[in-house]
């Protein structure tokens, strides 16, 4: 917190000045956004666990710890680099219940945009605990009871509430409020009373015990501890009680999935990343492509024409999202061409570096024989093999759907949000959506979660992923830029000042400690609407350098922390 006070006070023009110092570790290391849980990753390390063990344990107790997006009553995405070179992605993004239809956010001809983000409509079939079983079963070396284990003492015996923590349990009292287990497990004082204005205070202890019973559940019986038995029956009495939809028949037929990473290269890495549902593979792909063949380094980090560059390649890349991509089970997304660069040539010969393009003028891009047929977070570990995984997971919008589950005591989410509910109209985030990404029963809805494993010469090098919504994939793309091109070290490379496009709205945000006067000036008179922002996503990073020693990049913007040896 204190680099993120000075970062606020310090000119922009001293930034390059500043030392921003990462912790270095020889054999293993844990970064997540929540400091209890990077230690229980490093617990899982020493019992001799590998990167997976831990990305699993991890995660397990950020559903304890980091109750706004750590969950178990949601989804997500995890990249797996091992150290033969051997990758892999799995799936757990949620999926909409049977009883989905398209238009079921649509009331009286009118798109009803509180459904989809509010309450036990908005809440997608979880995949979190079938997908880190599945990973469990596949790479791991340890029982799930053992890497569960901590988490369920974590949730058991409590811990210490931070300011932030207390803050945003305090923030959403009131909504907290409309829900009855809701209001029981994460309002302090007499959660009947309307009354009652107890606050939850800094070293207050939060004890979850109804969330201990559950994973103890999880760590008995594995995943039917979860999508059958008595976990089940009470989803499935909280979408009764509150009109969801998510049936004993959608828990049962869950399935997280194995799919290939998407894989690009730039500049002699070569980056793995989790191909749809996510987005943030191919927009990121495209991206490099775009800016690739220009002078970066002579630009200058964060000068007036790099940011200009950058952001009209990020303007095209999500123009190109909202028209192409959707869930690959359902839509056919021309992948290899988008990918291509070629194609991303094609999209920036009608850039210019003297002017903004308008994006009421700007569509998505040609390919030939095609026809249309934040709250996240992210955590990176690499073992003392070499193991490397990286994970982004939600409940998509803080403490997601804000229903929890009576008798089990956690959260679940509002994914349904992230479908496009209806065509052409924008969700939570502005992100405008296409008939690619349209709701439909069992199909997963599109995402920014971008986990990245970038390599050089067989070897990682860096482990990626931010949280924020559609700042997710341009926050991870610079701090890849950052280090890659700039050669700056994992913290100052997570730290100094980011800029985001997403196409509509048509502007650039940008950090609000961050972009010198001269910059947004130059910017403006280029025809950039400049909109200042607080915190372009929060991010946590793990760079390898050329001896092997593990480097830890905890982003300033947010709580975190890295555990390592």
Do not use: C
């Amino acid at each position: 917190m204190l680099l993120l006070l000075l970062l606020f006070v310090l000119p922009v023009e001293s930034l390059d000045a500043q030392v921003f110092t990462s912790k270095s570790y020889a054999n293993g290391l844990v970064v997540s956004a929540d400091g209890y849980a990077s230690d229980v990753g490093k617990e899982i390390l020493d019992k001799g666990g590998n990167a997976v063990d831990a990305a699993v344990a991890v995660q397990f107790a950020l559903a304890v710890t980091l109750p706004r997006a750590g969950n178990i009553g949601g989804g997500g995405f995890m990249v797996i680099r091992l150290a033969n070179g051997e990758t892999a992605a799995l799936d757990f993004r949620e999926v909409a219940p049977g009883k989905a239809t398209r238009d079921m956010y649509v009331k009286n001809g009118e798109f009803q945009r509180d459904l989809s983000w509010e309450g036990a409509l908005a809440v997608g079939v979880p995949g979190t605990v079938d997908g880190m079983i599945r990973a469990l079963q596949q790479y791991g070396r340890l029982p799930l009871d053992v890497v569960i284990q901590p988490a369920i003492d974590l949730a058991r015996n409590g811990y210490p509430l931070s300011f932030s923590h207390a803050k945003d349990l305090n923030n959403h009292k009131e909504t907290f409020r409309k829900y009855l287990a809701s209001a029981r497990y994460f309002t302090k004082g007499d959660f009947i009373s309307t009354n009652d204005s107890t606050q939850w205070k800094e070293g207050d202890l939060f004890v979850q015990e109804d969330l201990a019973h559950t994973l103890e559940r999880i760590a008995r019986f594995g995943r039917e501890g979860f999508y059958s038995g008595p976990v089940a029956d009470a989803i499935v009495n909280e979408m009764n009680r509150y009109g969801g939809l998510i049936t004993h028949k959608d828990l049962r037929n869950y399935e997280s999935k194995w799919r290939t990473p998407i894989t690009t290269s730039f500049r002699g890495y070569e980056l793995n990343i989790m191909p749809p549902p996510s987005s943030g593979s191919i927009a990121v792909g495209q991206i490099l492509k775009m800016i690739e063949s220009y002078p970066l380094e002579d630009m200058g980090h964060n000068s007036a024409d790099y940011v200009h560059l950058v952001s009209e390649a990020m303007r095209r890349a999500f123009a190109d999202r909202t028209y192409f991509l959707g869930d690959p089970d359902f839509w056919e997304i021309p992948i290899s061409e988008l990918m291509s660069s070629e194609y991303n040539n094609r999209r920036m010969e009608s850039f210019s570096m003297d002017t903004a393009t308008a994006s009421t003028e700007l569509t998505h891009g040609i390919v030939p024989s095609y026809t249309e047929s934040s709250e996240t977070t992210h955590f990176s570990i690499v073992d003392e093999n070499g193991n490397a995984v990286s994970v982004t997971t939600t409940l998509n919008g803080s403490f997601g759907s804000h229903v929890s589950v009576t008798g089990a005591g956690f959260l679940l989410n509002n994914e349904m949000d992230d479908f496009s509910a209806q065509p052409g109209e924008p969700n939570a985030y502005g992100l405008l959506g296409g008939e690619a990404n349209a709701i439909e029963p069992g199909k997963r809805m599109l995402s920014s979660m971008t986990p990245v494993i970038a390599s050089k010469n067989g070897k990682v090098r860096m482990v990626l992923g931010a949280a924020g919504g559609p700042r997710i994939i341009t926050a991870t793309i610079q701090n890849f830029l950052n280090s890659a091109v700039f050669d700056m070290s994992a913290q100052q490379a997570v730290s100094v000042p980011r800029f985001h496009h997403q196409w509509f709205p048509d502007g650039i945000l940008y950090d609000d400690f961050g972009l010198s006067p001269d910059t947004k000036s130059i910017l403006s008179q280029r025809g950039h609407n400049m909109m200042e922002f607080y915190g372009i996503g929060r991010s946590h990073m793990i760079l390898v350098d050329d001896n092997g020693i593990l480097h830890s990049g905890v982003d300033p913007r947010g709580d975190g922390g890295a555990s390592g040896y």
